[in-house]
């Protein structure tokens, strides 16, 4: 079945610790993001891509990078300059960047936690 | 910048009868999309119900309907015939047409459905 695939489900993350958040896609979608969701909040862009080897900041970019090396992949790294990074990230992807008439598709998410 | 307000944290209804959840939002643009989105304690984000912003008519989806005043920027959702599988945190969310679908999130509202 076609779908996004997210893991782990739970990741732990030590002081100083840079963490990597796997997100697989087999849709052959174009686009995909990454959202962050914090405790009885909604979700918060980080970081989106349109297309392969390119990508741009969301509105809380900082303390993170990504990767879009293939189309199919979109990696996140919660780097140690992000102070609080216990939350949910869900990843997402759509067909196509411009048809807003797309259904966007959601993971099924990674929760993080620091020790 | 666009926001999404969700003034309700807290909604319940019992079973069979029918609810409204109430969002607000702010955007200068003249053409966007509305979303609903339903988070149930599985995490997984499922999308309701969407409403294209030059379309006058509301949108329907079975018995979710929405009521959109565009002049009031308001976007409500009713949950007709509620079903104990109803229960979730709902969130509205706002994405402009052009570029990339970014999502902008209201805060959520949790519903309970009372048997």
């Known amino acids: 079945d076609g779908g996004i695939t997210q893991s782990p489900k739970y990741l732990f993350r030590k002081e100083g610790q840079n963490v990597t958040l796997s997100c697989e896609q087999n849709?052959?979608?174009?686009?995909m993001y990454w959202y962050r969701q914090d405790p009885g909040q909604g979700l918060r862009l980080i970081y989106y891509?349109?297309?392969?080897?390119?990508?741009q900041k969301g509105d809380i970019a900082e303390g993170y990078s990504v990767s879009r090396e293939k189309k199919e992949s979109f990696p996140l790294t919660v780097t140690s300059a992000q102070k609080n990074p216990t939350a949910f990230y869900l990843c997402?992807?759509?067909?196509?960047?411009?048809?807003?008439?797309?259904?966007?598709?959601f993971g099924s998410g990674t929760q993080l936690s620091v020790l | 910048a666009q926001t999404v307000t969700q003034s309700q944290p807290e909604m319940s209804v019992q079973e069979a009868e029918t609810v409204t959840l109430s969002c607000t939002y702010d955007t200068s643009e003249s053409d966007y999309y509305l979303f609903w989105y339903k988070q149930p304690p599985s995490r997984q984000m499922i999308l309701v119900i969407r409403q294209e912003a030059y379309k006058q008519q509301n949108a329907t989806e079975n018995r979710f309907s929405v009521n959109f005043q565009k002049a009031a920027k308001s976007f409500s959702l009713k949950i007709s015939d509620s079903q104990l599988g109803d229960a979730a945190m709902y969130f509205c969310a706002y994405s402009i047409v052009q570029g990339a679908q970014k999502l902008v999130f209201g805060q959520g509202t949790r519903l309970t459905i009372n048997p």
């Open positions: 891509s349109q297309i392969v080897n390119d990508f």
């Open positions: 997402a992807s759509s067909p196509s960047p411009g048809q807003h008439n797309e259904k966007l598709f």
């Open positions: 849709l052959n979608h174009d686009a």
